[in-house]
């Protein structure tokens, strides 16, 4: 960032957002369960690295979901959940809550002028 502190982005789709059991996105936003998931064993580097903050950019919406690390690793913003063993290449995930990122939303094109 341009006052030199670290940035992790994830790529991730708009389909991806973790819904807490949820039958879809907008109940789990409606109800303030709709989050983003990041491996545990990633946030732990990074925090080794230095980075202070972590992202998910929504490449088919084009906004940017931005946190501090920190926030993935304190209880009261975030939850664990293991799915080592489950399916391909299951690990420990952290979840937090969208209120607790700020929202880049994307530019609207209204069309040609």
């Not at 670290?6 to 109940?27: C, D, E, H, P, T």
């Not at 906004?63 to 489950?86: H, M």
Request: hydrophobic letters at 35%.
């Amino acid at each position: 960032m341009d006052h030199g502190k670290k940035v992790y982005l994830a790529r991730r789709r708009w389909n991806q957002v973790f819904r807490s059991g949820r039958a879809s996105i907008s109940g789990a936003i409606a109800d303030e369960t709709a989050s983003w998931a990041i491996d545990e064993d990633l946030l732990i580097k990074l925090r080794t690295k230095g980075v202070e903050f972590v992202g998910v950019k929504v490449i088919d919406k084009g906004e940017i979901y931005l946190t501090r690390l920190k926030t993935f690793f304190t209880p009261k913003t975030s939850k664990l959940r293991d799915y080592t063993g489950v399916g391909k290449g299951g690990s420990r995930q952290r979840y937090v809550p969208f209120k607790h990122f700020a929202l880049k939303k994307s530019l609207v094109c209204l069309g040609s002028a």
